[in-house]
């Protein structure tokens, strides 16, 4: 690799940091960055439309490439063998979460059952007790056999500690991809001393298969991960329907923008190195428009949670809850209960029996292309956007109310 | 028609993208413009006040001169062969959907009742059902002729493609004005090759009747649809309370900045070539000041669903749906309870006995006209307008909700 | 009276007009301002404070000085011969409706009794046939007489029309100070032919009493209602609890930016012609930190419906609703249930037992002015203000839900 | 001292206010400045992550060094001897009302049940009852020596008036800090003649024990009570739960805004003086994310009253209610129900077991600075910040009403 592009970038960065409109005063003494979520915003149909059979919403990622561009969550409401697969046979992809129940129990039913059944207040103090119970290698190993047996594609989430313990393990294996997640990831992280610190870099020259790097919200930690070699980087920090980060850990940036700043990233990275990394929006996508919304902001693809978990086949059993991992001291996910709509054929491909938007996903992002005039996925980065917020205004909240069966 | 005027437009095009203020960054990789919806804004009273009696709020499409400034959609829900008359016969106008239940079914109300009847489960797949029997060209003729004979102005809508199929049968006929509808108009679609593409200049050359077009948003596509051949042009993608584009496609424009920048190419337009092409607000208008708004946002009148399947007269006895045509695949309308509230004639022309602004839409807006001291509509077009969210704050809720009975 | 002065304002409204911040793009055809509601502002401490004692709140309207600056809208469910009498002896205002149920009426209580008690849907049709009757002059006397009698301040309050009918039987009264109300008044109002066009200079003229005018929200219209000879103006289109003029007619300007535009007319007419015009902030206002805001904003007194409505002898019996006479073919005004929560003095000065601000309004007054540091409402008038808006997030409808037995 | 520092700062002032963007036009006669609140606001993750062990989130005030930067409100419903104690030995601090329940009552038990229980309607009139009881020096005494004998540190608030009647009892008591509260704390107060005013310098000095004082929102008052001698100041008017400031009195800046201002006074204090003065944040704290924001915003530490209500073993019992004195004329503070969620220590320090950021509060602040790679308070108040407002859209009531359960 030629030393010389990493001072190229540096300049750029700097240009990117003067760029950035940091214009409006929070205080006297802080100038701060107005930044946008995806619900303020709309697409805008430009003058030319596309029959809906020259639209191909295809993506790539570590030289895998799916005819659907959404990733079903890490999660254990969300992902299993069984989903995994199905998941690979429609076109998309559904990441197994490696520290999850699936892992650390051979019979996840019961488990996922009692998390369905149980009352709010023993949520916690049950997810608690249930992720006591350790990771085990050989359940890693069977997981990934089950998926490929049957045809999938294996694709496995893993915290950075969990990445480099078993790392020897999925060296040896048949996975296809390596999600490497955690709230926020750094590229220079400060440990206690005499402790192994993560780098990305050996960690990504060290596993077999691509690594897909997350979660970023900056074009600087962007470019650096890109730099250290992922094949992939999932962008957001807080939107999550089951997250609960913002609350509390005050952190956060709302989607469009950090799916904008980190796109400009992989642009830049590519016209240096030449190497196209995708950027996988990740968090608050709700609906199908939520998903147009992201790649227009200039994602390659999404990854999502709640609208998977909704399907009649998700291990969630009609609930979803957040987090990979709950900790043992500071829990942040929560657990909504988002019922079982619909199979996950008829969410991802329909034909759609809902018209909210939750159905034939793949059928809303093919359609919004064709309304826009855009082919593929790098058009559809580029149509125009409008600040449009759809706030509650005192008429719709006495319509919604009156919906709601509240009214008078 | 002389082809200079061609040249011109491109360079007042080129002027207006750039005066356009596309200068909110929305992250480092995408400037983007805020667009405004009619909930944000009010009008101004100015130095002038006017009797009432000297406002007059009538305007004219395609030669056709109409008292009131209203036309009601081409929605099943809306209106049928006795509305379109009524509303004839009311000084406004009524379009027919000539691909929905009135032009597939010889006697439509089994199906209206059992729409208006259904679970909100059952909606979906009923209205796939119902949509599924074909539309008869001798329906359409007869719906045509039975307006006709009763003395009423005969208004059809139809798809792009709907219109070249049917192109002989309505040129064989009465009617008197064509709404080309989509959900999205564009004046250059790309096509499958062997599929025949629309070309609505061709369509408007070959049709006997005026064509009205649309829906559209901006400046570039309201100018080439005029320069098209158009005699009107309906403007809004999304706002529409049965319409669900902005949740599944992401698509959407708020309707005061879409009318104001199509309203602008209707005025160069006139300015270049002489003639004045209506422009009508269409989508999100519930009440009589939301009309009012659109108006001064430029629109020469507008077209409203939901306040007209109010009446006691609408087909859609107390339901409103969205969408002409149900997609098979990809549903976008969706079905609300709107109840019935008067007669057509108290909606459009009073009296009222409803303080909310759904009764004498036409008395709202001759009253308003009044208050703000103009004459016509194209005085209208010019009162001032501010920016005034009418944004629910904490207090309102609370407010509300004890007039909802949620109280303390 | 120098006619020189007339050509100075109309430079310093072009100024004015010109220094106007009317640089948002609402289209492109169209640039317009942003104005701010009560809502969205709130005022910020100095460095210094005072005691409660020094606080002065008085204002002067037609030579009369008021302790409190509050007056009681004319609106038959807030003023009576009864409140008008006691708000006098408070150091308030009332005024009567010239044109309602204390007029028609020889014993309004039975129509006031019907009108709190018939449901939701025979609202409208009663007040219709309730106003049908007509205004009779020797009840406008006999109100005006029992005022007096009593010791109270006489302040009556009628729309142009009825100013121009009843202006004989005034000029022979013992009337105070007369009101003339519409929801817009104007200098330039264009008749019919042959139809008495109302020249407010002639009736302010001809007029005994000194004469407060309104509503108005302009700059231009206060200045010349103030060349016209009014004593006094009321601010404010559109914001009233009962007010439903911006969703009938699309007509408003949140209550702020209307207060700061004719507050500066005030100021340069004071400053050509030395002659002080009150200027009343009236609509929308409903707790005391809503007063203070108003006079901050520019106000030297509010006039306020809501808060009075919810005094145990106010004539609406713990109802309250809008226009001061509604019209038969376009109801604007709409009636809330506000309750009974206390006497007229412990809702005008105290002492409170609710906590929520709407009882002890000039002891509010007085609090706020003493923790500002201002002596009197001059002072008051120029504290700073910020924008703050309490917009509602989604952790506090989470937290009023609960609060309302919502939850959980 | 120096007399020359006074002049320096006087001009750092001029440019301060100058520097204030005071650009928003609220009408023709005002220019004012946008606020921002906590709620609209989130924290961006760099380019570092940290271990946790590494943060240090300990502060010192008044040479007192605390491990947890959370003091517990002088609140009746919030602080008694025993969570005094509790919050010492958890490493935060506890202040307790000297002019509330504990120094009125020498058991106070029965007059906190009472508070619990009484009706909506009872509360005020109860309060106003129970704080006719004068305030006793004994009791004073006796709960400073309760708190210092079982090892706590006694931290006492006050208002002007009471510090300077009971300074002599302080001074001859065990005291370890003294908070001097009112709703706005100047510097420049006008009295009555002949009526002692407050002299903060004089208060100071003659106090032996350091002195917090405020509450204050602006740069200049900031620095002129860091001048006068005071230990730490506490920021915000307005935001607080159980506060009806903004209600009653029209007053209150959003704390963000206060904060970054009040910070920016620390700052140029100490580089003139040398003196840290910590800055206490102080109202409409909620969640761990909310204390996050308030050291990013450039806060030392926090003061919260809702979230320490909520622990088992407040004397509040499940209750909170606002101001620390009821005024017997216009009661500002109201009472809500926060409920029991668990040990004062589950609150300080966890583990959790809600996962709302309710619990587990130092170990939110470790954990978001352990995200952000910042290792003590001071790196804390310099992570970049960006407008995120967490505003409600209409697809979030719809989520959140479903969670209430009134769905469809």
Not at 226 to 238: C, F, P, Q, T
């Amino acid at each position: 690799m030629n030393k010389n592009w990493i001072i190229t970038p540096l300049v750029v960065n700097l240009i990117r940091i003067i760029k950035k409109s940091v214009n409006i005063e929070l205080g006297l003494n802080k100038k701060i960055r107005r930044a946008y979520g995806i619900d303020e915003i709309a697409l805008v149909p430009g003058e030319r439309t596309l029959d809906y059979e020259l639209t191909d919403a295809s993506f790539t990622i570590g030289n895998i490439r799916r005819e659907v561009p959404i990733i079903a969550s890490a999660m254990d409401s969300v992902v299993d063998v069984n989903t995994a697969v199905e998941l690979s046979n429609l076109g998309a992809l559904g990441v197994i979460n490696m520290e999850g129940i699936q892992t650390r129990y051979k019979n996840p039913e019961d488990i996922l059952s009692q998390i369905a059944s149980v009352g709010k207040s023993e949520f916690v103090p049950l997810m608690q007790k249930v992720y006591r119970e350790p990771v085990k290698e050989e359940l890693i190993l069977q997981r990934i056999n089950e998926v490929k047996e049957m045809g999938g594609l294996a694709a496995l989430s893993g915290t950075p500690q969990a990445a480099i313990k078993f790392r020897e393990t999925l060296n040896n294996s048949e996975i296809d991809l390596f999600f490497l997640q955690g709230t926020v990831v750094s590229t220079e992280h400060l440990g206690m001393d005499g402790k192994e610190s993560l780098n990305i870099r050996d960690l990504c020259e060290s596993m077999e298969v691509p690594v897909i790097a997350g979660n970023c919200v900056t074009y600087n930690v962007a470019m650096r991960l890109m730099k250290a070699g992922v094949s992939g980087l999932m962008v957001g920090i807080g939107p999550g329907a089951a997250c609960t980060s913002r609350g509390v850990l005050g952190i956060g940036i709302p989607q469009a923008t950090a799916i904008s700043d980190c796109s400009l990233a992989r642009d830049d990275f590519f016209k240096e190195i030449g190497r196209y990394i995708p950027i996988i929006g990740d968090g608050g996508i709700v609906t199908g428009g939520d998903i147009c919304k992201c790649l227009a902001c200039g994602a390659d693809a999404v990854m999502i949670g709640s609208p998977i978990a909704k399907s009649s086949s998700a291990p969630g059993k009609g609930f979803h809850w957040g987090m990979a991992t709950p900790s043992p001291i500071l829990p942040r996910g929560t657990r909504i209960e988002v019922g079982s709509t619909g199979s996950l054929e008829r969410i991802i491909k329909g034909p759609a029996v809902l018209d909210d938007g939750t159905h034939n996903l793949l059928g809303a992002i093919r359609t919004s292309m064709s309304t826009l005039g855009v082919k593929n996925i790098k058009e559809m980065q580029n149509v125009e956007i409008v600040i449009a917020p759809s706030l509650l205004t005192e008429g719709k909240v006495y319509q919604k109310a009156q919906q709601l069966g509240m009214g008078k």
